[in-house]
């Protein structure tokens, strides 16, 4: 080597993957449906502290980041798409025709696709009371194993009957399968919980044990972001253009400004 050579370029470290294929019935990710991004952007910065990073997708899509971990992805298409303002939890998948196959067959109703988003695949599914869900096939987002270790999220269906949903659930994502990589259903004080990994990742409830479903319920998944001051958030939350449904000590379910109903706990109230 001469004095003229340039040094060798050191080696990049490459990228880990994670895939739906080994984490597969676990809650992957959730998104909000909107109207309008920067009032969204706004209201969420301001309550939740969050960030903001573009995606391919484009000028209407973004990832919220929560110190800089991905939290949350925002979609405001929800006038363009003639689409409901909601949170939406999305559960990982290894093949999104086969469970979309498997929710029809059971009772539930395909909604929107499966539709390419690059780098997998995406559907809406309401499931047979009612309550919509997504499913994720594909590569997960980036940091995904940070976002998972930090919790930032958590997951609870109420609806009319957790085990009939829970039966549901389970034979259109592979719950307690057996396979490897699968998720664990337990059952704890009338409540259905959902673990991967040994961490608890959702939970699925309908009321008192022994009790009859109640007809009055309107089923659908409720997503809980952990905060360290429910009562601030609350507050902040009203300042901006939003509004405060329940509030206690250490939860508060909040209306976002486009009506997307959310809560926010403590990550002990979340677990």
């Avoid at 990982?92 to 780098?119: I, K, N």
């Avoid at 608890?200 to 409720?222: C, F, L």
Wanted: charged fraction near 25%; charge should be negative.
């Amino acid at each position: 080597m001469n004095d003229d050579t340039p040094p060798p370029r050191p080696a990049q470290k490459k990228r880990s993957v994670i895939s739906t294929h080994s984490v597969f019935g676990a809650p992957c990710w959730v998104s909000l449906t909107s109207r309008d991004l920067q009032t969204t952007e706004d209201f969420y910065s301001a309550v939740l502290g969050w960030r903001w990073r573009s995606v391919r997708l484009g000028d209407h899509f973004r990832i919220a980041l929560a110190d800089g971990v991905p939290v949350a992805g925002i979609a405001a298409v929800a006038s363009m798409w003639q689409m409901a303002v909601a949170w939406t939890p999305y559960f990982a998948v290894p093949d999104a025709d086969e469970a979309v196959a498997r929710a029809r067959e059971r009772g539930g109703t395909p909604a929107v696709g499966p539709l390419s988003f690059p780098p997998g695949r995406a559907a809406l599914i309401a499931d047979r009371d009612g309550a919509v869900f997504g499913i994720w096939e594909g590569e997960l987002v980036s940091n995904w194993e940070t976002w998972r270790r930090a919790a930032p999220t958590f997951i609870r269906l109420h609806t009319r009957n957790a085990f009939d949903s829970a039966i549901f659930y389970g034979e259109v994502l592979g719950w307690a399968s057996g396979k490897p990589g699968c998720c664990e259903v337990e059952y704890e004080g009338g409540e259905v919980v959902l673990r991967s990994r040994g961490d608890a990742v959702a939970r699925i409830d309908s009321g008192a044990v022994e009790t009859a479903p109640d007809p009055s319920v309107r089923p659908h998944w409720q997503i809980h972001f952990a905060v360290s001051d429910v009562a601030a958030c609350a507050r902040i939350a009203e300042k901006h253009g939003g509004s405060v449904l329940s509030e206690e000590e250490t939860e508060a379910i909040l209306r976002d400004p486009d009506g997307a109903q959310f809560t926010v706990t403590t990550a002990r109230g979340a677990r």
